[in-house]
């Protein structure tokens, strides 16, 4: 598995992603492939079209924004045991 760490332009990860580690760019996965969670929520199928805005906007490098798959369940073990933000999309500095 690949992981992804987007911060959404919050300099928190809000959102983690993984895909498949076949050596293909996130972008070109099937939909299929792709799943994403995020504090109060259970893995989803990714939106690959949310993420590519992000990357439009500036806020998500696909190279840069890889996390280790250590990293990545430890953000996800920490979203389980504290509540979201007011906003609905916490995260945690890693």
């Known amino acids: 598995m690949g992981w992804l760490g987007v911060t959404g332009g919050t300099g928190s990860v809000?959102?983690?992603?993984?895909?498949?580690?076949?050596?293909?760019?996130?972008f070109k996965q099937a939909d299929e492939d792709i799943q994403t969670i995020a504090p109060g929520r259970t893995w989803e199928p990714g939106e690959l079209r949310n993420?590519?805005?992000?990357?439009?906007?500036g806020w998500f490098n696909e190279?840069?924004?890889?996390?280790?798959?250590?990293?990545?369940?430890?953000?996800?073990r920490s979203w389980s045991r504290s509540p979201p933000s007011a906003g609905g999309r916490g995260g945690k500095t890693l």
Do not use: H, K, T
């Not at 809000?14 to 498949?20: D, F, G, K, S, T």
């Not at 993420?51 to 906007?57: F, H, N, R, Y």
């Not at 190279?63 to 996800?76: N, P, Q, R, V, Y």
């Open 14 to 26: 809000i959102e983690v992603y993984r895909c498949p580690a076949n050596g293909r760019s996130l």
């Open 51 to 57: 993420l590519m805005l992000e990357e439009a906007s």
């Open 63 to 76: 190279g840069a924004d890889e996390i280790g798959e250590g990293d990545a369940l430890a953000l996800i």
